[in-house]
């Protein structure tokens, strides 16, 4: 990917996590997702009662799929981003609702 696709892109997602309270990279919809994590993921949002979710599924745009892993230095998808900052993927978001942190973050 050349440098001035990679800026592009990277800028892309800088304005969707800076514009939207909570967005979250996923494998298909929120109605569709496309892998088990992703689908936790949006249980967990639904369950805390998240109304304004901003979805970006990276299958249908292979730039953002590996830009978003590049923006985060994280591996993997499902990625959570609450008022611009990163939260982190599938596994860390089941912690943080175990322990509340979640709530406490979305409430905040």
Same mark, same amino acid.
């Given at each position: 990917?050349? @440098? ?10 800088? $304005?969707?996590?800076?514009?939207? *309270?909570?967005? +979250?990279?996923?494998?298909?919809? @929120?109605?569709? @997702? ?5 689908a936790?993921? #949006? %249980?967990?949002? =639904?369950? +805390? %009662?998240?109304? $304004?979710?901003?979805? #970006?599924? #990276?299958?249908?745009?292979? /730039? ?8 985060? =230095?994280? *591996?993997?998808? *499902?990625?959570?981003?609450? =008022?611009? /900052? ?8 089941? $912690?943080?609702?175990q322990?509340? $942190? +979640? ?6």
């Amino acid at each position: 990917m050349s @440098p001035v696709i990679q800026k592009d892109i990277q800028q892309r997602i800088k $304005e969707q996590v800076a514009t939207h *309270p909570v967005v +979250l990279y996923m494998k298909g919809s @929120p109605q569709f @997702p496309q892998c088990g994590f992703s689908a936790k993921a #949006v %249980g967990i949002l =639904n369950s +805390l %009662g998240v109304r $304004e979710l901003f979805t #970006v599924d #990276v299958l249908q745009d292979d /730039e953002i799929r590996q830009g978003i892993k590049d923006y985060a =230095n994280w *591996p993997t998808i *499902p990625q959570l981003y609450i =008022n611009g /900052e990163f939260v982190g993927g599938s596994d860390i978001m089941t $912690e943080m609702y175990q322990s509340g $942190e +979640l709530k406490q973050m979305l409430t905040a």
